[in-house]
T-cell receptor
Framework: EPEVTQTPSHQVTQMGQEVILRCVPI?????FYWYRQILGQKVEFLVS????????KSEIFDDQFSVERPDGSNFTLKIRSTKLEDSAMYFC????????????FGPGTRLTVT | KNQVEQSPQSLIILEGKNCTLQ??????????LRWYKQDTGRGPVSLTI?????NTKSNGRYTATLDADTKQSSLHITASQLSDSASYIC??????????????FGTGTRLQVTL
């Protein structure tokens, strides 16, 4: 069964460094999302992406964040200058359509900022 | 403000027993409600999805109910197995246009099934 994959599974970085989290969505999906989950807290929406542009973003997704689909398969989340509070699990999701319930989540990347 | 509250926060049951998890929401306008299972360190996996007109939906040993009038949902797990140990998250969509930002996540119920 097709699934969303994410790399790396765990990323440790120093405060102020740039990180890129990578996702490979399900191949025929058209809608892509990033979420984050701070330890012990709720999953929070960051951004949705369709047709090579951001379709919606939350207030969390500030200028430090950017997303890109550099080729036909990868979907990346870049954090330019990481802060301690960026430490969280970051989940990528993809969907064939834009309906909110048709989203398939990846296993997540645990980002630890020291 | 849209909110999803879940109870209990955590639950320990013996293998083979049944359990029911609760979800109350104040999300408007309501579009759909789904239950996810999230294993530790993994992404959420969808169990059930219900729209306004659906009262109950089953997926194997998982049965979800929805009362749109009282804005409550429950997830019943029958004959629990050790592999059911996970967090169960209630997620409510406030829009039928499908925008992800309209999803409201609960904090989840942490279920532990023991021998």
């Amino acid at each position: 069964e097709p699934e969303v994959t994410q790399t790396p599974s765990h990323q440790v970085t120093q405060m102020g460094q740039e990180v890129i989290l990578r996702c490979v969505p399900i191949s025929n999906h058209l809608y892509f999302y990033w979420y984050r989950q701070i330890l012990g807290q709720k999953v929070e929406f960051l951004v949705s992406f369709y047709n090579n542009e951001i379709s919606e973003k939350s207030e969390i997704f500030d200028d430090q964040f950017s997303v890109e689909r550099p080729d036909g398969s990868n979907f990346t989340l870049k954090i330019r200058s990481t802060k301690l509070e960026d430490s969280a699990m970051y989940f990528c999701a993809s969907g064939l359509t834009g309906h909110s319930y048709e989203q398939y989540f990846g296993p997540g990347t645990r980002l630890t900022v020291t | 403000k849209n909110q999803v509250e879940q109870s209990p926060q955590s639950l320990i049951i013996l293998e083979g027993k049944n359990c029911t998890l609760q979800c109350n929401y104040t999300v408007s306008p309501f579009s759909n409600l789904r239950w996810y299972k999230q294993d530790t360190g993994r992404g959420p996996v969808s169990l059930t999805i219900m729209t306004f007109s659906e009262n109950t939906k089953s997926n194997g040993r998982y049965t979800a109910t929805l009362d749109a009038d009282t804005k409550q949902s429950s997830l019943h797990i029958t004959a629990s197995q050790l592999s059911d140990s996970a967090s169960y998250i209630c997620v409510v969509s406030a829009s039928n246009t499908g925008t992800a930002s309209k999803l409201t996540f609960g904090t989840g119920t942490r279920l532990q099934v023991t021998l």
